[in-house]
């Protein structure tokens, strides 16, 4: 944390002057404001945060100040101008660019395709070679390090951000909108990109960051503005601002600090998941998980630990059923899984809350409801001989959106208009609803507002009274906190296993990073 709290630039870099500046702007859906006669100034050279709650009206504010959506009244004015965008393309060429909460890349294309898609032909180069070498450089400008000429599926996601940004900068962005960038990087990656967008605003471009991250938006940010419920909470100096009072604008004043005490004692029953010995082919030929060998009981949080990339979604599906390993078995509940495949170890009493919610299990076109019983349609109550019971999936709903709180849902609402914090409260809900024995859960609380995220790890440490927990998160405090016992993994070995009255965490630290020395016992194990 030092070291990035080092790296905050001078604040003489910002001009005085205003960059872009919105007026009153109101944008409603439905007759709903999703933003409520907002004002937001952006100065030259400024890195500006921009927080709240999910649902508060971020994705929409910047949607509007990128040409998606057109406001229903307010004003933008670019460097005094005042401005009206039709289309992206539009605000893009006024200089405004944005980079969506998920990506809108094409596959099979390559990163200098990407890159040029959709632009006029009158605007870009006329050979592929030579935007090749035009995307080199600006990467290099940059430090947005990516090939040009690979396609976009052999891309890490981290990459797959560069590209986005650097198709950005290519059409000539001056003011660069980033919603939630750092919620699908690892924490290296994150290092990287705030260092391009250090480099961005010291060649006097703009940058608004929408962020639930609080430490780094104190960290990297110069001033921060607040949206609660639609309507601007304030703008404050970071360097004057304390986290303490942008939760309390954020939330008001139940500000939702720390509060879940997870030192609750507990009983320890008997295994829900064992793995012994377990390896797994990766995509590449290489052993993704080698030879993984621990025990979740019940009653028991199991934390696991790691950079990404180095197994964990591997292991997390080798659990799910979703890949058969090649060495070791694999036992839930008392049930022999090794090669269950999903749905069997379903009914042998997994759920699992997987790192892509969207892309998996998740019908976008359909409403709620539809959504909330898509793995129970079929089961008592939700239908009986065959009919479908709408009363009674609607009081599914009804519990677990009030459970979690899920927000901004309207009757018949096709669930991909739903905020993106709110439709992954809207999925983890079902999977906690089904009936198991053991929790699978990956990245738990991304995306969600502190309030929301402390929620649910409190809803985590609740399930630990009747089942057994293995969670995965990049967020090492995150695993502390929940965690009974807390196993690293680096390079697809598990590499350390600390119970959570002897955690250490620079120990934790060394090992995730592979320079830490391997808990003897688990050597001796595997
Ligand atoms: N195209 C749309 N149609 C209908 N409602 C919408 C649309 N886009 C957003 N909304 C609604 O506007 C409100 C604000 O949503 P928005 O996506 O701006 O929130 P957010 O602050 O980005 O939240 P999160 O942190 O969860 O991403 C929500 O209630 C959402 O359901
Ligand atoms: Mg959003």
Not at 90 to 119: C, E, I, K, P, W
Not at 211 to 221: F, N, P, V
Not at 349 to 373: C, F, K, Q
Not at 485 to 504: N, Q
Request: charged content about 25%; proline content about 3%; aromatic content about 4%.
């Amino acid at each position: 944390m030092a070291s990035r709290r080092n790296r905050r630039r001078d604040p003489s870099r910002v001009n005085s002057a205003t960059h872009l500046e919105v007026r009153n702007l109101t944008k409603s859906f439905y007759g709903v404001p999703a933003i409520d006669s907002v004002d937001f100034d952006l100065r030259g050279g400024e890195i500006h945060g921009l927080l709240g709650e999910n649902g508060a009206g971020k994705s929409t504010l910047c949607s509007v100040l990128s040409g998606l959506y057109k406001p229903n009244s307010g004003t933008v004015s670019i460097d005094g101008q005042a401005v009206q965008f039709r289309s992206p393309q539009d605000a893009s060429n006024h200089g405004v660019g944005m980079v969506y909460q998920h990506f809108r890349l094409v596959d099979s294309f390559t990163v200098a395709q990407n890159v040029v898609l959709g632009m006029h032909k009158r605007q870009r180069p006329r050979s592929m070679r030579q935007v090749e070498s035009m995307v080199a450089d600006l990467a290099e400008e940059f430090g947005l390090h990516v090939n040009p000429t690979a396609s976009i599926w052999q891309l890490s996601v981290g990459e797959q951000q560069r590209v986005e940004i650097l198709k950005q900068l290519f059409r000539g962005a001056r003011i660069l909108i980033l919603d939630e960038p750092t919620a699908v990087l690892a924490a290296q990656e994150t290092d990287r990109l705030f260092e391009a967008v250090s480099t961005m605003v010291a060649k006097g471009h703009s940058v608004v960051l929408v962020s639930h991250k609080m430490a780094e938006t104190m960290a990297y940010t110069d001033r921060i503005t607040v949206l609660r419920r639609g309507v601007n909470a304030g703008s404050v100096t970071t360097a004057d601002t304390t986290p303490a009072e942008v939760a309390r604008m954020m939330f008001g004043d139940s500000a939702a600090a720390e509060r879940t005490n997870f030192a609750t004692a507990h009983d320890i029953g008997e295994p829900v998941l064992s793995l012994s010995g377990v390896s797994v082919q990766g995509d590449h030929g290489l052993m993704a998980v080698d030879d993984a060998s621990f025990t979740v009981r019940r009653g028991q949080v199991v934390g696991v630990a790691g950079v990404a990339g180095n197994g964990q979604r591997e292991l997390q599906e080798v659990i799910a059923g979703l890949r058969t390993p090649v060495n070791g078995t694999i036992e839930i509940a008392g049930t022999d899984c090794t090669t269950a495949g999903p749905k069997k170890t379903a009914q042998a009493g997994l759920a699992y809350v997987p790192e892509d919610r969207l892309g998996v299990g998740l019908a976008p076109g359909l409403p709620l409801e539809h959504n909330i019983v898509l793995k129970s349609y079929d089961r008592s109550p939700h239908s009986r001989r065959g009919v479908l019971s709408n009363t009674e999936i609607e009081k599914t709903m009804n519990k677990l959106v009030e459970k979690f709180d899920v927000r901004g849902n309207r009757s018949g609402m096709r669930v991909s208009l739903m905020s993106g914090g709110n439709l992954q409260k809207a999925i983890l809900a079902r999977e906690l609803n089904e009936d198991h024995q053991v929790l699978l859960a990956a990245a738990p609380t991304r995306g969600l507002d502190m309030a929301a995220a402390e929620a649910v790890r409190a809803h985590i440490i609740e399930e630990r009274a009747k089942r057994g927990v293995l969670v995965f998160s990049e967020d090492l405090d995150e695993i502390v906190k929940m965690s009974d016992v807390v196993l690293v993994m680096f390079k697809g070995r598990i590499v350390g296993s600390f119970a959570s009255d002897e955690l250490d965490l620079d120990e934790i630290g060394l090992l995730m990073t592979g320079s830490g020395t391997p808990d003897p016992a688990i050597q001796a194990s595997s």
